[in-house]
């Protein structure tokens, strides 16, 4: 009995520790903060800031996004070890939501497809440094085609 009393004991202090994620999710550790980001899209630019952090037991990266005016959105990044899969999930603030799909295990370079709505679009995200990184996007969004770059500087 003691025993047992024992295991369930040590299975439930297991149970909820907060899991590290010790993937390639780790290595987006780096994000964690602030940062300035400029958005370009032809002729339209955009300034907003970034903000990382890890969330739900260092299982998932949350990104919230602000720019003037009042807009804003999150975004969930998260890697499935088994399958070398990267999940990212974004909700806007205008009530729409994306998903996205991206295979592999560089954490720094990372080609995304979307899945949800069923819109072909990429979007590239690429580590530059410990402070810069970049996006690309390119396809359809809002029934036009479009490509747009973001620049993101971390913040001191």
């Known amino acids: 009995m003691r025993r047992q009393t024992l295991a369930a004991a040590v299975l439930a202090l297991l149970c909820a520790a907060p899991s590290e994620a010790s993937d390639e999710l780790a290595s987006l550790s780096y994000l964690v903060g602030s940062w300035s980001c400029t958005y370009n899209a032809?002729?339209?630019?955009?300034?907003?800031?970034a903000t990382?952090?890890?969330i739900m037991g260092n299982?998932?990266?949350?990104?919230q996004d602000a720019w003037p005016g009042g807009g804003s959105d999150v975004g969930l990044t998260t890697y499935?070890?088994?399958?070398?899969?990267?999940?990212?999930?974004v909700a806007e603030n205008e009530r729409s939501?994306?998903?996205l799909r991206a295979t592999g295990n560089d954490g720094g370079h990372r080609v995304y497809q979307s899945v949800y709505p069923n819109t072909p679009f990429?979007?590239?995200f690429d580590r530059v440094s410990e402070t810069k990184y970049t996006l690309h996007f390119h396809g359809t969004y809002g029934g036009k085609m479009m490509t747009s770059n973001d620049t993101?500087?971390?913040k001191t």
Do not use: D, F
Not at 42 to 49: A, S
Not at 59 to 63: A, D, F, L, S, V
């Open 97 to 99: 939501t994306t998903v």
């Open 52 to 54: 990382y952090a890890y």
């Open 42 to 49: 032809g002729t339209q630019h955009m300034n907003y800031t």
């Open 59 to 63: 299982n998932w990266m949350r990104e």
């Open 122 to 124: 990429t979007l590239v």
């Open 152 to 154: 993101c500087t971390k």
């Open 80 to 89: 499935q070890p088994k399958t070398n899969t990267w999940t990212e999930i």
